[in-house]
Each structure stands twice: as structure tokens, then as C-alpha cells.
């Protein structure tokens, strides 16, 4: 007797759970699922009894693409995993690789990195709210908080060249320098940031149809989160005070002043307000940091890593074959492994980096906390209403570039 075929079907979906219930696909749809994500449903007229969250086919295969490239040539790859706050993967990234090869970055450049991760804490915030507040038909505060975000848009064009896949993080440093002025139009739009999310609060915050759509809907409790390893916002808005920069802080975020807003019931609403929150204490690290910001270089001074200046690249036999070898090569990383973490915008973003002592990686894995995530998010869809399946997977604010495997 021929062996039996497995059905391909979970066994979940193979049957109905009652007579009267329907089956539908709910994606892939963008913007409403975020990208290629289907959610398989099961419903009762409006009500959502079970979902199957799948991640869809995204498959740029960037793990195994940073096989075959430099670690110099792995920065605007990293770039497009969180593709809302790129900078915050190039810094994690040069991080770990600055550990395997014991360099330590220069004062300035550690405390603007850390200013620039705070920004993009505030640009990626402001995409996911605006985003949720879109799917909610709140058009104008939706307008307000783009308008923001766009003035960040070209400030950050101005200090890199690019407007959203940036590639300024350099493995000892950074691309550049901030130009003359850079920090007074900063001071400029954190004023106008202010103003702006005065509108946004005066609007949502206390609007009936907003907390009744946002308020004990997809709710997680704190067992299931740290069950089905979420962490950032969605661990943070069931209570849990969990932030690596608190916890193993690392840049210079163990010299600044912050808190680590929570939420209660672990519900939409409290997502909203945790990263509405964020913002402001970002805001207030950023003031922190320009205060605090010291003069000096921005790379390292050590040839295994950083380009040699171009001037010199041009005049001097050595620099000119230092640069060659570097372009071709890449730095040489000695062998052994590591693990670094960063508290990105949807949680912890690490790299577990494999070197065999050569100028390409041996192994990339990176431990993106949207994919993580979607593991476990049909947890907070099952339950609720049909039209609570956007608004709330617009809470997590998956990323389709970081499902990418």
C-alpha cells in the first residue's frame, strides 16, 4: 500500500468548526496587510474565530546573499530590512562587526548614532501611527503626522544624500559629518514636532469612535507575548518595562535621561499610546545629545577597516593599495561569532555574525523582530471583528523587508 500524502491544508483549516461558519483569505492586499502577508480566517458572520498568519513570499534571500559580498558591501543591504528606520540597522549591523574586530568608535561618532537612532525612533512611530490612523478613516491627523515625518525625510537627505535607504553607517564610523546647520534646522523640527503632535493628541486621544476601535481590541496578555517572543511595543504595551537600551545599554544611552513608557491592558490603544509616548522621550534624548555632542574625528583611525582619505588615496602609494584592498577584499574580521542586539522601533533587531578570518562573512542570520512576530500575531486577531484584522495588524507595524529569509 502506496504511503499516504499529507495534506498541505494546517489541520486547523481542513474543516469547519461549525456549519455555519465561511473560510476566506483576508490579503495579500497592500496597504491593508502590510505587504505579502495573507491571514487565513475563520469567520461567524463578523466575528474572526481563528487565524493562520502567513508572511507571503518576499524572498529576496538576504542572508545568503551577504555570503558573497565584503562586509563593507553588506551596509545597504541591511539598510532595506526595516526600511522606516534604516539607520538603526546600519548602526546594529557596523556594531557588530566593530566588536569582532575590537574597534572602539570615536566619542562623536557614538553619540551620533545615537541621536540619529532616536530620529529614526521618531520617523518609524510616526509612519506606524500615521498608517493606523489612515486605516481608521483619520485622514487629517494622518496628514499631520506625515507632514512631520517628510521635514525628518529631508533633514536626513541632507546629512546622507538619500532620502530613505541611507547607507551612512561605515564599520569604525560614519559616511560624513553633520553639515553647517544641520543641528539648528534639528532644533527646528522638533519644535514643529511638538506642535504638530499637540494636533494629533487634541483629535484621537479622547475621540469616541477611536478608543471604541482601539480600546480592548486585539489584546495579548504578557504570558502569551513572552510565550511567542514579541518584545518593543507589543511586550511594552502589556506592561512589561523591557528596552535594551535600558537594560544592556550600549551607544550612549546609559549617560541619558529616559523612560520606558508601558501600557496596561496590552490592547491596540496601548500601542498607540506606547509609541506616542516614545516619541516624546526620544525628542528629549535628542536635546540631551546635541547638548552633549563633543567635537572631533568620526572614524576610527585604523587602516584594517576605514578608507584612507581620498587625497591621500590619490598622492600615496600605500593609502592607494590599502583602498584597493579594501574595495576587493574587504576588512578582514578575525574567525569566531557574535551576537549584538539594538532596540529597533518594532524591538530587538540582532545579528549573529559567523567570520572565518576573511573579508566576507561566513554566516548572516539576523534576528528581525517583524518575522518574529508574525508568528504569533494571530493571537491578538482571534476573537475580534473583521474589521479589527486591519487596525490591529497595523498596531504591529510588520515590515515586510525584515520577513525577508
Known amino acids: 500500500m502506496s504511503a499516504s500524502i499529507p495534506n498541505p491544508v494546517r489541520s486547523a483549516f481542513t474543516t469547519h468548526e461549525r456549519d455555519d461558519t465561511v473560510i476566506v483569505n483576508i490579503g495579500p492586499s497592500h496597504p491593508a496587510t502590510h505587504g505579502t502577508v495573507q491571514i487565513i480566517a475563520e469567520l461567524d458572520g463578523e466575528k474572526v474565530l481563528r487565524t493562520d498568519v502567513h508572511c507571503?513570499?518576499?524572498?529576496?534571500?538576504?542572508?545568503?546573499?551577504?555570503?558573497?559580498?565584503?562586509?563593507?558591501?553588506?551596509?545597504?543591504?541591511?539598510d532595506r530590512l526595516n526600511y522606516c528606520s534604516a539607520l538603526i540597522n546600519d548602526f546594529a549591523y557596523c556594531d557588530a562587526v566593530e566588536q569582532m574586530m575590537g574597534i572602539?568608535?570615536?566619542?562623536?561618532?557614538?553619540?551620533?548614532?545615537?541621536?540619529?537612532?532616536?530620529?529614526?525612533?521618531?520617523?518609524?512611530h510616526l509612519t506606524c501611527v500615521a498608517a493606523s490612523l489612515m486605516e481608521l478613516g483619520a485622514m487629517t491627523a494622518f496628514l499631520y503626522?506625515?507632514?512631520?515625518?517628510?521635514?525628518?525625510?529631508?533633514?536626513?537627505?541632507?546629512?546622507?544624500?538619500?532620502?530613505?535607504?541611507?547607507?551612512?553607517?561605515?564599520?569604525?564610523?560614519?559616511?560624513?559629518?553633520?553639515?553647517?546647520?544641520?543641528?539648528?534646522?534639528?532644533?527646528?523640527?522638533?519644535?514643529?514636532?511638538?506642535?504638530?503632535?499637540?494636533?494629533?493628541?487634541?483629535?484621537?486621544?479622547?475621540?469616541?469612535i477611536f478608543i471604541d476601535r482601539l480600546r480592548n481590541v486585539g489584546t495579548i496578555s504578557t504570558a502569551d507575548a513572552l510565550h511567542w517572543g514579541f518584545t518593543g511595543v507589543i511586550l511594552r504595551s502589556t506592561g512589561v518595562p523591557r528596552d535594551l537600551?535600558?537594560?544592556?545599554?550600549?551607544?550612549?544611552?546609559?549617560?541619558?535621561?529616559?523612560?520606558?513608557?508601558?501600557?496596561?491592558?496590552?490592547?491596540?490603544?496601548?500601542?498607540?499610546?506606547?509609541?506616542?509616548?516614545?516619541?516624546?522621550?526620544?525628542?528629549?534624548?535628542i536635546r540631551q545629545l546635541m547638548d552633549m555632542m563633543p567635537e572631533g574625528p568620526i572614524n576610527v583611525d585604523d587602516r584594517r577597516c576605514v578608507f584612507p582619505e581620498k587625497t591621500l588615496v590619490y598622492n600615496e602609494i600605500e593609502s592607494l593599495i590599502n583602498h584597493f584592498k579594501l574595495v576587493m577584499d574587504g576588512p578582514s574580521v578575525p574567525a569566531g561569532e557574535i551576537y549584538v542586539a539594538h532596540e529597533a522601533p518594532n524591538?530587538?533587531?540582532?545579528?549573529?555574525?559567523?567570520?572565518?578570518?576573511?573579508?566576507?562573512?561566513?554566516?548572516?542570520?539576523?534576528?528581525?523582530?517583524?518575522?518574529?512576530?508574525?508568528?504569533?500575531?494571530?493571537?491578538?486577531?482571534?476573537?475580534?471583528q473583521l474589521a479589527d484584522v486591519v487596525t490591529t495588524f497595523g498596531s504591529v507595524n510588520m515590515i515586510g523587508g525584515e520577513c525577508d529569509r
Open 56 to 78: 507571503g513570499y518576499l524572498h529576496r534571500g538576504f542572508e545568503k546573499e551577504c555570503e558573497d559580498h565584503t562586509w563593507h558591501n553588506l551596509i545597504p543591504y541591511v
Open 104 to 124: 572602539e568608535i570615536t566619542p562623536r561618532t557614538k553619540y551620533l548614532r545615537t541621536l540619529l537612532s532616536e530620529y529614526m525612533r521618531i520617523t518609524d
Open 145 to 208: 503626522l506625515v507632514t512631520v515625518r517628510d521635514f525628518m525625510y529631508e533633514h536626513l537627505a541632507a546629512l546622507t544624500g538619500a532620502r530613505v535607504t541611507y547607507s551612512y553607517g561605515r564599520i569604525g564610523g560614519l559616511a560624513n559629518d553633520v553639515p553647517d546647520g544641520w543641528f539648528t534646522r534639528l532644533r527646528e523640527i522638533l519644535a514643529e514636532y511638538e506642535t504638530y503632535i499637540e494636533r494629533v493628541h487634541g483629535l484621537v486621544d479622547r475621540n469616541r
Open 245 to 285: 537600551r535600558k537594560d544592556t545599554p550600549y551607544l550612549a544611552y546609559a549617560e541619558l535621561d529616559f523612560d520606558v513608557p508601558v501600557g496596561i491592558n496590552g490592547d491596540n490603544y496601548d500601542r498607540y499610546y506606547v509609541r506616542m509616548r516614545e516619541m516624546d522621550e526620544s525628542v528629549y534624548m
Open 347 to 384: 524591538g530587538e533587531l540582532g545579528f549573529f555574525l559567523v567570520s572565518t578570518g576573511g573579508g566576507t562573512p561566513h554566516k548572516v542570520h539576523v534576528r528581525s523582530p517583524s518575522f518574529v512576530h508574525m508568528g504569533g500575531v494571530h493571537r491578538m486577531l482571534n476573537g475580534h
